[in-house]
């Protein structure tokens, strides 16, 4: 705690008054400092309970606290949305089966003419749901008494009619399985629970059975799904986590799930070709790099991924090149400037990474010559003016400060950011990857952990394959 000064405790010497002025300075700076820490964490809270999650501002109009000798953000781009006649509503889908149902006069209303002619009908069309049902295959196996040569025989038809040895599980519902749990995140007691609403009981234990089985049917298509993924231009590269409960253990620790995703366009007799994008994902028990060395140890390419450094001995090989993600130096400054009632240094930032995707949005559907070369024409400079922003308005920042880590983060990645504008098959951010990693983060509020290192097999095969 400070102590309270009064004017006779101050010293009556000039250069001891000088000295405790800038020790009460120097506390000072470090309060306020740690108060802008707390504020940033308590905002994020807030945001994290109470907020929206879209990443998003309201108007960003006129972001300037301060003129600065420096370059000035570039104005948020803006949007223009033409007038449109609302249409009406959509047609129901052509390939539905449809079930007629006819409806007449009475044949008292009938009796009140003196004569009726139909001249046609009009129609009108519901969409109809019928409520799943459970049913039972049987699977007759024709027996024979077959006689060669003399000597007798009893032959019998062969017939699977499980996929899973010794089981009276069906494909079909050991799929549903697999998607009501990987796909609609569905936990295996409420699964249980409407099965026995249609009529059948089936135990969780059972069912966790299945899920695990039919995932290590699965597993054969790992190989080839990985290979797939080598052999793609660039690949993406990101985790997410999942609490883990090992038996004889009372509190759960982090378990990694890596996901990997191949993707981009190569030439092929002088035309681009899209490598049809797959994910795969991968269980890990730690972070370390040591399983991404194993996992990438044949691949030669652009890896994008954020800075974590696990990483870097990735990059140490000389096989693999670092792309940075944008989106993960924007969401830096956008938890920033969320927080903040009056736009800053932050909210500036925002505009300058906004315009850059604005160039990214008008060369989306374009060749990758076309790309990298709009990159090369609009990004270049802007990035240019955009790193000489930073470097002039990073001096003044506290070291702890929430806004100089953002700062410091751009900086400190410079090359792996600005990397995206060397080819037109790279792209600016990792966000393709996070959205294949989103159902399992969805799941994870479902499935709540996972009981043994062996059972996040099941949840990292049926997760991956074809990517959007």
């Not at 009276?168 to 099965?195: K, W």
């Not at 135990?203 to 299945?210: G, H, I, Q, V």
Request: proline share 7%; hydrophobic share 40%; charged share 20%.
């Amino acid at each position: 705690m400070l102590p309270v000064l009064t004017p006779s405790d101050l010293p009556a010497d000039l250069e001891a008054v000088r000295t405790l002025a800038l020790e009460q300075n120097r506390v000072a700076r470090a309060l306020w400092e740690q108060l802008e820490i707390l504020k940033h964490q308590v905002a994020q809270l807030n945001r994290a309970r109470f907020g929206a999650s879209s990443e998003r501002l309201p108007g960003q109009a006129e972001l300037f606290t301060q003129p600065l000798d420096l370059p000035s953000p570039p104005a948020a781009p803006q949007v223009k949305v033409t007038g449109h006649i609302r249409k009406g509503r959509p047609a129901l889908p052509k390939d539905l089966p449809r079930t007629r149902i006819e409806y007449d006069l009475s044949e008292a209303q009938k009796a009140s003419f003196d004569s009726l002619e139909r001249i046609g009908e009009e129609r009108s069309e519901t969409l109809h749901y019928e409520p799943a049902r459970l049913s039972v295959i049987e699977h007759i196996r024709f027996k024979y008494v077959a006689t060669k040569g003399g000597e007798s025989t009893i032959v019998t038809a062969a017939a699977q009619p499980s996929p899973l040895p010794k089981s009276n599980a069906s494909a079909g519902l050991l799929a549903s399985i697999q998607v009501d749990t990987f796909v609609d995140h569905l936990p295996i007691n409420r699964q249980e629970t409407r099965y026995a609403r249609l009529g059948v009981h089936l135990p969780r234990a059972t069912l966790c059975e299945w899920k695990l089985a039919s995932a290590e049917l699965l597993a054969t298509l790992l190989p080839p799904l990985r290979n797939h993924v080598l052999r793609a231009p660039r690949v993406h590269l990101d985790d997410t986590t999942l609490p883990l409960l090992e038996r004889g253990r009372t509190s759960t620790r982090q378990a990694h799930l890596w996901g990997y995703l191949g993707a981009g366009q190569r030439q092929e007799n002088g035309l681009w070709v899209d490598h049809p994008p797959a994910v795969l994902f991968e269980f890990a028990e730690s972070r370390t790099g040591t399983y991404l060395l194993n996992f990438l140890r044949d691949y030669h390419g652009y890896l994008q991924a954020d800075a974590y450094s696990g990483h870097d001995a990735l990059y140490r090989t000389g096989r693999i090149i670092e792309v940075g993600c944008w989106a993960h130096c924007r969401r830096r400054f956008f938890e920033i400037a969320k927080a903040q009632k009056t736009p800053g240094l932050a909210a500036q930032a925002l505009t300058w990474i906004a315009r850059l995707y604005a160039i990214e949005a008008d060369i989306k559907d374009k060749s990758p010559e076309h790309k990298l070369a709009a990159r090369q024409a609009e990004a270049v400079p802007l990035l240019a003016q955009f790193h000489q922003w930073l470097q002039g308005n990073a001096h003044g920042l506290l070291a702890r400060q929430p806004l100089a880590q953002a700062f410091g983060y751009a900086l400190r990645h410079w090359q792996a950011l600005v990397r995206y504008t060397e080819s037109g098959i790279l792209e600016p951010d990792n966000n393709r990857l996070e959205r294949a990693i989103r159902p399992i983060a969805l799941g994870r509020a479902s499935w709540m952990f996972a009981g043994a290192a062996g059972a996040l097999l099941p949840r990292c095969i049926p997760c991956s394959g074809p990517a959007a």
